[in-house]
């Protein structure tokens, strides 16, 4: 059953003005500057951190997009995510204390400008820059579709898929340029709270309104769909779309840049263990959404539609709410995306090659492009290309190309600035042309062999190349930290 479009509007509208209330008084607190605006002057406590990197993450992606993946796939879309979360904790726990020691020595900002200081090139940033901006797009629109697909869905086609995405597109807006990252740091912790809230709502009441509790729930399944309890995706394809998303905390830069934002190492800490109990419970609940889902509405021709599908068979004040639930994790997570690469393209095109521009005037232009930005993601999305999960993944699988050169930002001190670039350009331009064409030679994705190109080429135009002076004392600085801290 259609819900009734001004019951969704009113859902919508009273959640926004809360989060407008978060954003007001984290303006009230705004100091000036870049830093204070892309990353809060790296003073974020440890909830706000913690929920801030989990909404960063966390988009519409799992409550639309994995839901869909376990709809279709079953538990092999457990597996996939779980996969992800795993590489995610790892990564962080390496990385993100190497990253924020960096951060706070050298006052970088953005992911980019780390690259172009450590190998003293502002070409390695400026390629790093594009890079991350033309891949990131699709994933931006990933959000904004999601939320379309989910209103068109439950109004029954009387809000449709463009208002839902222009609904997204302002909340992103007013968010992200209101007070930079204090306000969506606030209004993120509000937005993870209610995502897994709502999440937890909708399973609950799912499982004993139309199964009676776990028990038959379980029963059901297996008698019902066996195969889906079973891993049936194959192993290159599988290897296809994780590959890319195992890499995710190093190569999307939103989440690299969260790794500037705490205060200080116990607040870093605890971001990590924090987003990874939240990871894990909310991939849990996705994906027996997506059992649930499948039970009860089996024949979709679209996975994507499960979601929505499934909340026109609750009550309309829960479909509300997990609407809320679903609209708060996409616009989280393109707040974040929008504020991060509108300050690379602030800091490391437009400063880099004027270094004697104010920083009034870096600021000015980034904030300028975050409307651009927000524009150009939402007329993307109006083209709905591809299934939500594929999108991401492909997104991921451009941007991985980049892990090989953070890779020996902090671990080999020979890397060169052409190591960097040559093995950047070219893995992207494989995964463009394995994407592009759907070729994948030997049977395995082009992800794969991009990267493999990516670190050959690092090694060997390193080795031809002279490194940069300042990779002995970088690594130096950042291995002395990492054994004095017992990181």
């Not at 929505?308 to 829960?318: F, Q, R």
């Not at 690469?341 to 521009?357: E, F, Q, T, V």
Request: proline content about 4%; hydrophobic content about 55%; aromatic content about 14%.
């Amino acid at each position: 059953m259609a819900i009734y479009a001004g019951w969704i509007y009113a859902a919508v509208i009273i959640w926004f003005i809360a989060g407008c209330i978060l954003s007001y008084y984290a303006r009230k607190r705004m100091g000036r500057g870049v830093a204070e605006y892309f990353i809060a002057n790296r003073k974020i406590t440890a909830i706000p951190a913690a929920l801030t990197y989990a909404a960063t993450t966390y988009s519409a992606f799992m409550m639309v997009g994995l839901v869909g993946l376990t709809y279709k796939l079953g538990s092999s879309a457990l597996g996939f995510e779980l996969t992800y979360l795993i590489g995610t904790v790892m990564l962080l726990l390496c990385f993100a204390p190497r990253i924020w020691f960096a951060g706070r020595k050298y006052g970088y900002v953005t992911p980019a400008e780390l690259l172009a200081k450590r190998y003293e090139s502002r070409l390695v940033g400026l390629v790093a820059t594009v890079i991350c901006m033309v891949m990131i797009i699709p994933y931006a629109s990933v959000q904004y579709m999601g939320i379309g697909y989910l209103v068109e869905g439950l109004s029954g086609g009387s809000i449709p898929f463009v208002v839902g995405c222009l609904i997204v597109m302002v909340v992103v807006f007013v968010y992200a340029y209101w007070a930079g990252l204090r306000s969506v740091a606030w209004t993120d912790a509000m937005q993870a709270f209610i995502m897994i809230v709502t999440s937890f709502v909708l399973m609950f009441f799912v499982v004993y309104a139309f199964f009676g509790g776990w028990g038959s729930f379980s029963s059901k399944m297996v008698e019902t769909f066996p195969k889906y309890l079973t891993v049936q995706w194959p192993l290159l394809a599988y290897m296809g779309l994780v590959v890319p998303w195992f890499f995710f905390a190093i190569s999307n830069p939103q989440v690299f840049q969260r790794c500037y934002v705490p205060k200080d190492l116990v607040t870093l800490k605890r971001m990590i263990w924090g987003f990874a109990v939240f990871g894990f419970i909310y991939t849990i609940v996705c994906t027996q959404l997506g059992f649930m889902a499948k039970l009860i509405v089996p024949d979709l021709k679209v996975a994507d539609q499960a979601m929505p599908a499934l909340l026109t068979h609750v009550p309309t004040i829960i479909a509300l709410i997990i609407l809320v639930g679903i609209v708060a994790a996409a616009t989280s997570t393109l707040n974040s995306i929008i504020l991060t690469i509108c300050s690379m393209l602030g800091r490391d095109i437009y400063r880099a090659y004027k270094p004697k521009a104010s920083e009034d005037k870096e600021l000015m232009l980034g904030k300028v492009l975050i409307p651009v930005f927000a524009i150009t993601c939402f007329m993307f999305a109006l083209s709905k290309p591809g299934m939500i999960v594929i999108l991401s993944a492909m997104a991921s699988g451009g941007m991985l190309m980049l892990v090989p050169s953070i890779f020996a930002t902090f671990f080999w001190k020979r890397s060169t600035a052409a190591g960097a670039l040559v093995s950047m350009l070219v893995g992207v331009v494989l995964v463009g042309i394995g994407y592009g064409f759907g070729i994948s030679p030997l049977g395995l994705p082009m992800t794969v062999w991009g990267l493999t190109a990516s670190v050959i080429l690092l090694l060997t135009v390193s080795y031809a190349t002279n490194p940069p002076s300042i990779a002995e004392e970088f690594i130096t600085y950042i291995n002395s930290e990492i054994r004095k801290h017992n990181m």
